[in-house]
């Protein structure tokens, strides 16, 4: 399954070829930035403690790849188990009183009137105890047309650079 993703991924990420036509497979620019504009909203609704947009905007099936609140990877392959990645945002926000704020530094969205995707990089700001931490991450969302909305089917998030570590917990040489 995974070589199966990295093929998908790279033929996706791949410069659409503008002299291939096909009917309903046309890359859309119109339609590539009302999905970049849900992408975005996902990211507001994120900073405001409001998960549920990514929920809400979830295709069935979906499956997720994206770093848990203890920088471990998560694999979320069910509307479940990425329920429970949520959730444990979201205690994480009124628990601990974690505020985030995201940056979104490049998002490339290519979208035909039926499929899309958007590869971003961003940074994230995570406010605790009065103490900030900026994490740079990337993100390949991969989305299709479901009765005139866009749904994400497969979400990764990664970090594009190593997780800083807490100075008391930081091996010395």
């Known amino acids: 399954m995974f070589t199966s993703s990295l093929v998908l991924v790279s033929m996706l990420l791949a410069e659409p070829a503008s002299a291939k036509k096909s009917a309903g497979s046309d890359w859309d620019p119109a339609a590539a930035k009302v999905l970049d504009g849900k992408v975005r909203q996902m990211f507001k609704d994120f900073d405001v403690g409001n998960v549920g947009t990514f929920l809400d905007q979830m295709d069935t099936p979906a499956m997720a790849w994206d770093i ?80 005139g909305d866009w749904r994400w089917s497969q979400w990764h998030a990664s970090f594009r650079e190593p997780m800083p570590m807490p100075a008391e917990t930081a091996a010395t040489p």
């Open 68 to 147: 848990g609140v203890d920088g471990n990877p998560i694999n979320a392959n069910s509307r479940e188990e990425t329920q429970k990645m949520l959730d444990s945002y979201a205690k994480w926000f009124k628990d601990e009183g974690v505020t985030v704020n995201t940056t979104i530094n490049r998002s490339d969205c290519h979208a035909t009137s039926n499929f899309g995707y958007c590869a971003l990089e961003f940074d994230q700001a995570f406010t605790m105890n009065g103490a900030t931490q900026v994490q740079k991450f990337r993100a390949t969302i991969i989305s299709r047309m479901v009765d």
